[in-house]
């Protein structure tokens, strides 16, 4: 927008909750708290003020993977604002004092997250299917690790992974001619590889999944829930990640699609069912959810296996297959629409050496015709491959 140039800074380092040693759960996302309470050259909140009075504004976030942060201004002054970014992140005071009272703040994160009974399903389908793989614990962390731990360790944290190897910049939108420049001149140059890389950081494969079906109860839960998990290939497989995409959208997006149509609307057994795919660098899932009534859970399972087996026993309709590999290039398009998730997608592809054209992952939608749906991605979504659970309401607070 010529009116209204913005440029994104976004700083990724591969230092997500799955890079915790034991002891550190939670680490991660509290440090990400902890960097925006003061770093070398400005005193706890001063960054925001200073970015605010730039005419931009700032965020950050903490996956399984990895943790970014970013900010969002006017071209005319990237250079002070690559400044503050990178000296909030870079050089944080992890002050005694500020680390005791954010970490009340994070503490209550964990509370409020564990007092909402959607959280606790969906969390214990990933501790179950995961068993005991870091992915399948919450990216907030335990309290007991929490409660434990200290400025030092955060530091120590912060030094092992917040290194050159595992960083990158991601810049979008309107760009200054001297940005090379800006950035030789950054505590960028001055950032050190690691002595000791950390051996979390390293993709494997190997993810142990667990196939079961098991029932649980939640106390407060509004509809019961039946939840579904299989295990697909790691990010850098984008062929098979965007194979499950469209796959995903034939079954459960829309009033169309196979599993809402049949269930929601012809049915009317259950109140919402969705599909979606969870892609992450050492490995995902292609996950689905139901509510229901109690009352109706076995006959929404035994639908749901039947609409399985038709997909698996069957190739797709062309005109199945068209709306849902329209969905899916509408979608990635329209997550680039702003400059900050330009920077995001750029970034965590670069991240992790994959880096490729905004809309080059587009070419891989005219890979999947219905017959290698059916035979590569259908065919791993047979309910007894799955972690099924079902998780019904309780009266009683466990």
């Given amino acids: 927008m010529k009116e209204a140039p913005l440029t994104c800074l976004d700083l990724w380092f591969k230092a997500g909750s799955s890079n915790e040693w034991p002891g550190e759960e939670g680490i991660a996302h509290f440090l990400e708290h902890m960097v925006f309470k003061g770093s070398n050259n400005n005193d706890a909140g001063e960054f925001d003020r200073k970015i605010e009075a730039l005419g931009g504004s700032s965020n950050a976030a903490t996956g399984f993977d990895d943790v970014h942060f970013h900010v969002l201004v006017p071209p005319k002054v990237v250079a002070p604002a690559l400044d503050l970014l990178l000296d909030l992140v870079l050089q944080p005071a992890l002050l005694p004092s500020a680390y005791a009272m954010e970490r009340e703040v994070v503490l209550e994160e964990i509370a409020q997250q564990n007092d909402q009974p959607d959280e606790k399903a969906f969390q214990k389908l990933l501790s179950t299917c995961w068993c005991d793989h870091s992915y399948g614990r919450p990216i907030l962390g335990y309290k007991k690790s929490l409660k434990q731990s200290t400025p030092e360790q955060m530091r120590s944290f912060h030094r092992r992974l917040y290194t050159a190897e595992n960083c990158c910049l991601s810049i979008a939108g309107a ?7 800006l950035i030789e001149k950054s505590l960028l140059s001055q950032l050190e590889k690691s002595s000791k890389p950390d051996l979390a950081t ?36 984008q062929k098979i990640i965007m194979g499950a995409d469209i796959a995903t959208s034939l079954l459960a997006e829309g009033r169309c699609s196979r599993l809402v149509k049949h269930l929601r609307e012809d049915l009317q057994i259950v109140e919402t069912i969705d599909m979606d795919v969870t892609s992450l660098e050492k490995g995902g899932l292609i996950l689905l959810e139901a509510c229901c009534r109690e009352e109706n859970l076995d006959r929404v399972e035994e639908e749901i296996h039947k609409i399985l087996g038709e997909s698996i026993n069957s190739f797709p309709k062309k005109h199945e297959l068209d709306r849902a590999c329209h969905l899916v290039r509408n979608g990635h398009c329209f997550n680039l629409e702003a400059t900050s998730q330009v920077a995001a997608l750029a970034g965590a592809q670069t991240l992790w050496e994959r880096p490729q054209g905004l809309l080059e992952p587009l070419e891989y939608i005219d890979y999947w015709s219905g017959s290698k749906l059916k035979d590569e991605i259908f065919c791993q979504l047979k309910p007894e491959l799955s972690c099924t659970l079902i998780a019904k309401p309780s009266e009683v607070e466990s």
């Fill in 175 to 181: 760009l200054p001619q001297n940005i090379d420049k």
């Fill in 202 to 237: 390293k993709t494997s494969t190997n993810i142990p999944f667990q196939k079961l079906r098991q029932e649980f109860e939640v106390p407060r839960l509004e509809s019961s829930r039946l939840l579904m998990a299989w295990p697909i290939a790691p990010a850098k497989e």
